[in-house]
């Protein structure tokens, strides 16, 4: 069974810090697996956050010098390091991952095949 289990969610106070996983089980996170991150807010809509595609990663405007995304192949896992945390960056955090991405943007959760079930990050003093 396919699946992508997030962890690393929490209360953090603002300019704290949170690593976010994604575990992947049922599949091996190869380097062509495009992985990306995704986060809603209450009454938002869901918003791409950062992806990371044959090496290459990319970031919303809103968290550029703030998040980083990684991953580690050994352990099936990626990641989403994210520093200087807002108040703004409250949302439930999704990953996402598709092989063989051929969409010309990962941004965008419609190109994704797998998606975790979701962690909370709430960032508040």
């Known amino acids: 069974q396919v699946q992508l289990v997030e962890s690393g969610g929490g209360l953090v106070q603002p300019g704290g810090s949170l690593r976010l996983s994604c575990a992947a089980s049922?599949?091996?996170?190869?380097?062509?697996?495009?992985i990306g991150w995704f986060r809603q807010a209450p009454g938002k809509e869901r918003e791409g956050v950062s992806c990371?595609?044959?090496?290459?990663?990319y970031y919303a405007d809103s968290v550029k010098g703030r998040f980083s995304i990684s991953r580690d192949n050994t352990k099936n896992t990626a990641y989403l390091q994210m520093n200087s945390l807002k108040p703004e960056d409250t949302a439930v955090y999704y990953c996402?991952?598709?092989?063989?991405?051929?969409?010309?943007?990962?941004?965008?959760?419609?190109?994704?095949?797998?998606w975790g079930q979701g962690t909370q990050v709430t960032v508040s003093s």
């Open positions: 996402a991952a598709v092989d063989f991405l051929r969409a010309l943007t990962c941004m965008s959760g419609g190109v994704y095949d797998y």
């Open positions: 990371l595609r044959d090496g290459s990663t």
């Open positions: 049922g599949f091996t996170l190869e380097d062509y697996y495009t």
